[in-house]
């Protein structure tokens, strides 16, 4: 358990739909970090959050978007789904924005 | 732009083998490297890591790896594996020049043979 707390674990929508995936880091971790893992595609790197600020930013669609939260929770947010969007999201966080990454287990999104 | 190349996409051996992983990276600065690994159906989980001092690097479960500077090399080794070492594995470098921002390998599928 590496202390990174992700929810749902499982999300299954329908193309054009709308979901939020939840992410919740290891205690006293001030970063947070998105991925998308894809049998095609592989480990993409979405967006990194550092104290409630965006940091930088990967392969993000436009139609995807995140925040970072005053308790440093974070949020990805997902619309106009579609079948491609199908993938595992995980989260990451980091004490710091140069230490290791912990990672959570993951969301599985299945879009319909 | 920075990149990390690892060269074997898919490595098959059977138990006791000895394993060895490459990784390449692009960056001749100062560099934090990183190896993770993904068992199947499970989230990456940290393996070994190199900021500074002792170029060779010992992780969890018997894996070591080896920075060469000169060949901008991380390379991942086992003595003798194991079928539970079944797993993707991935090579992860960050730099100052990148904002530490983690450049990943695309990943090595191993598979052991019982």
């Not at chain 1, 600020?53 to 106009?80: M, V």
């Not at chain 1, 287990?105 to 319909?112: A, N």
């Amino acid at each position: 358990d590496s202390g990174v707390t992700q929810t749902p674990k499982h999300l299954i929508t329908a193309t054009g739909q709308r979901v939020t995936l939840r992410c919740s880091p290891r205690s006293g971790d001030l970063s947070v970090y998105w991925y998308q893992q894809s049998l095609d595609q592989g480990l993409q790197f979405l967006i990194q959050y550092y104290n409630g600020e965006e940091r930088a930013k990967g392969n993000i669609l436009e139609r995807f978007s995140a925040q970072q939260f005053p308790d440093l929770h974070s949020e990805l947010n997902l619309s106009s789904l579609e079948l491609g969007d199908s993938a595992l999201y995980f989260c990451a966080s980091s004490e710091n924005f140069y230490n290791e990454q912990f990672f959570g287990p993951g969301t599985r999104l299945t879009v319909l | 732009a920075q990149s990390v190349s690892q060269h074997n996409h898919h490595v098959i051996l059977s138990e006791a083998a000895s394993l060895e992983l490459g990784c390449n990276y692009s960056y001749g600065g100062t560099v934090n490297l990183f190896w993770y690994v993904q068992y199947p159906g499970q989230h990456l989980q940290l393996l070994l890591k190199y900021f500074s001092g002792d170029p060779l690097v010992k992780g969890i479960k018997g894996f070591e790896a080896e920075f060469i500077k000169s060949k901008f090399s991380f390379n991942l080794r086992k003595p003798s594996v194991q079928w539970s070492d079944t797993a993707e594995y991935f090579c992860a470098v960050a730099s100052p020049d990148s904002n530490y921002q983690l450049i990943w390998g695309a990943g090595t599928k191993l598979i052991i043979k019982p």
